[in-house]
């Protein structure tokens, strides 16, 4: 039985065209050490789905991998609280390298509060 704090598959963006797609069409929103494109994603279940890039300029791979599981966390655990049926992008700059986990989550939280603002929570 899947857990509702999961991260499965399902809410993942996996291919590159699917970034693509999000990165060429999206809505853009910046927060701190983050950018956030968003775009719906017109699927039936009404599905909100994460992808992140972080790039090999914003440091070794051990601060790479902490930021991407610090952002899976916040989405995981938040993902009730976002709107539905949308494809998010989240793009690390360069000073996530040194963002702790308090900077992260208040980037995360004003991303959320702008989408709230763009796409109506059904």
Do not use: W
Request: charged share 35%.
């Amino acid at each position: 039985m899947p857990s509702a704090f999961s991260f499965p598959k399902e809410v993942r963006l996996r291919r590159r065209s699917e970034f693509l797609r999000v990165q060429d069409k999206g809505h853009k929103i910046t927060a701190d050490c983050l950018l956030c494109l968003v775009l719906p994603n017109g699927r039936a279940d009404g599905v909100t789905r994460l992808g992140l890039t972080v790039s090999t300029k914003v440091g070794p791979s051990v601060v790479r991998n902490r930021i991407r599981r610090r952002l899976r966390e916040l989405f995981r655990v938040r993902k009730a609280t976002l709107p539905k049926g949308l494809d998010m992008v989240f793009i690390a700059r360069s000073s996530a390298a040194t963002a702790d986990f308090a900077r992260l989550s208040k980037a995360y939280e004003r991303c959320e509060r702008e989408l709230e603002k763009k796409f109506k929570a059904s």
